[in-house]
């Protein structure tokens, strides 16, 4: 009979136990199979906007937005960092475990004595750990703000990759319209040699003069080359931001901008607004709990048991213990002071990088001023040139003016036209970094 009960207790612990493996999480592998590593480089997030799909798949022209876009869906180096949400997940859940209970288990056979008649005694000892409920919503919440925190994050490399994307777009368009220019100067100079080169042989230009148009034209002809090895990096890096492959021809369209320039006032007023100062305000409310957790797991650990035991004369018995850990020597001084610290650390960090972004702010502005000014500048002296250009054609054509002085014009416009577009350039390059220092969408493609 006894062993027929002993058999029930034990097929009993063993139900148990197979129902509780069942809510365990199984193992399933990701290997580094051809199919995955293909999925992963596939254009399947593209899939969200299938207009800008069917733009990508077939080599559509994209403007900066659709650039923009194509590089927050397809970039690799963000499924990096969006992973880290994953992370964040899991600790609110292990913030919000609760201790598995723990279960003794000891039993006896009387061996020696008078034994005759006597029980096998037996204890079964169930306990609880309580000691987490005092810091158990502190660390929840702790977990729960760093979630957030993460997710603002993720969302502040999106808009850096973004911006990141618009900078070299706008550098390639700037390029590729150059290149135009530096391959109009190259057939000029190359002209200028060769009529140089025939007043030579006649004696109407000196070896001086001839040496002269030949360095000119080896200069063009290294412009031009650096200028095409500069667009198809440009190009490569664009590609890598896209997450596009380095076969993918990139087609980018007429890019026409608009852009409206807040004041400096409205810039700093709303600076702390920026995705990642966001971010970094509730880490900082987060740290603000785990220094709260730490401190109330100072408190003394208890856990609550009932014992249940059956002596050797069958007679069974419960009760009630209770296991206090008295925090005598060590109250977790190491883990305040730690927590302590890191908090001062980050009020600090903030403060740094709330200066930083005004002081950037401010600089860019002026920058950005000062370059509008050049622009104009150089503008007006390009029809300055221009008009002289028309004249001197008209008198170079009458032969009224030698070859030197309306080619010395001539490439005094192309390099004064090189300079706007550079100017240009540099113009769009500042407000995009304005835009990330001020976190505010300033550049938009018509």
Known sequence: MRS???????????????????????????????????????LNNLKKDPALYYKVTFH???????????????????KVYRDSAGISKAQILKARAIPNPHLALDAARPVMGNIAGAYDPYDIIPSFNIGFLFSRKAKIKSAVLNAEATHLEIAYKEWQTAEQTKLDAIKLFFLQDAVINYNYELYSYKKSYRLIK????????????????????????ISFININKNIKNLKDNLKIILGLPPSYKLNISNIK????????????KDIKYRLDLEAFEIAYKAQEERLRASILSQFPMIS?????????????????????????????????????ATRKQMFDDYINRLQTAISDINLILYNINTVKRQIALTDKQIKNLESAYKL???????????????????????????????????????????????????IKSE
């Open 4 to 42: 027929i009960k002993k058999t029930g207790y034990i097929g009993l612990i063993l139900v148990l136990f197979v129902l509780l493996l069942s809510g365990c999480a199984a193992y399933s592998p990701l290997p580094l199979s051809r199919k995955n590593l293909n999925e992963a480089f596939s």
């Open 60 to 78: 559509k022209p994209l403007n900066i937005d659709e650039l923009a876009k194509v590089a927050v869906l397809n970039n690799k180096a963000l």
């Open 198 to 221: 025939l007043l030579y042989g006649k004696g109407l230009a000196t070896l001086t003069d001839l040496n002269l148009a030949r360095a000119n034209l080896q200069k063009a002809e």
């Open 257 to 268: 901008f608009k852009i409206r320039i807040p004041s400096e006032t409205d810039l700093n």
């Open 304 to 340: 609550i048991s009932t014992p249940f035991s059956s002596d050797n004369a069958n007679i069974q018995t419960i009760g009630f213990g209770i296991n206090i850990s008295i925090p005598l020597f060590n109250r977790n001084q190491a883990g305040i002071a730690k927590e302590t």
């Open 392 to 442: 001197y054609k008209k008198e170079f054509k009458r032969r009224e003016i030698g070859i030197f002085e309306f080619y010395t014009l001539k490439n005094n416009l192309f390099n004064e036209r090189i300079k706007l577009l550079t100017l240009k350039k540099n113009f769009y390059n500042s407000v995009v970094s304005l835009e990330l220092a001020s976190g505010k969408n300033i």
